[in-house]
């Protein structure tokens, strides 16, 4: 079993960052490709940045390339995600997960099925 606990959301303006941090507890095989995901109201939850843990392979959306960064301290068995020059359409509740599967050249996938495990969630607001 997996236990995913998110923290570090907040309101902040338009151009502001926020680090969002994500402790993980469980097993460590299942936890081979990490993720962050967001869902606005009225939204299907998507996948912003996937992390293979093993090997560090990232992949970022194209709505947040270049402006988040997806981490990991294995040390302190947690997943961040910096978010620098946030925007009002950034505005989502950020979930974390994790997933024992791993797509081939380490890859990880972004679809909601691929993952196991979820946390609460932490609520993003980004005024303009």
């Known amino acids: 079993q997996v236990q995913l606990v998110e923290s570090g959301g907040g309101s902040v303006q338009a151009g502001g960052s926020l680090r969002l941090s994500c402790a993980a507890s469980?097993?460590?095989?299942?936890?081979?490709?990490m993720a962050w995901f967001r869902q606005a109201p009225g939204k299907e939850r998507e996948a912003v940045a996937t992390i293979y843990t093993i090997g560090g392979n990232t992949y970022y959306s194209d709505s947040v390339k270049g402006r988040f960064t997806i981490s990991q301290d294995n040390a302190k068995n947690t997943l961040y995600l910096q978010m620098n020059s946030l925007k009002p359409e950034d505005t989502s509740m950020y979930y974390c997960a994790a997933s024992p599967w791993s797509l081939s050249g380490g890859r990880c996938a972004t679809s909601l099925t691929a993952y196991n495990y979820w946390g609460q969630g932490t609520q993003v607001t980004v005024s303009s």
């Open positions: 469980g097993d460590t095989y299942s936890r081979r490709c």
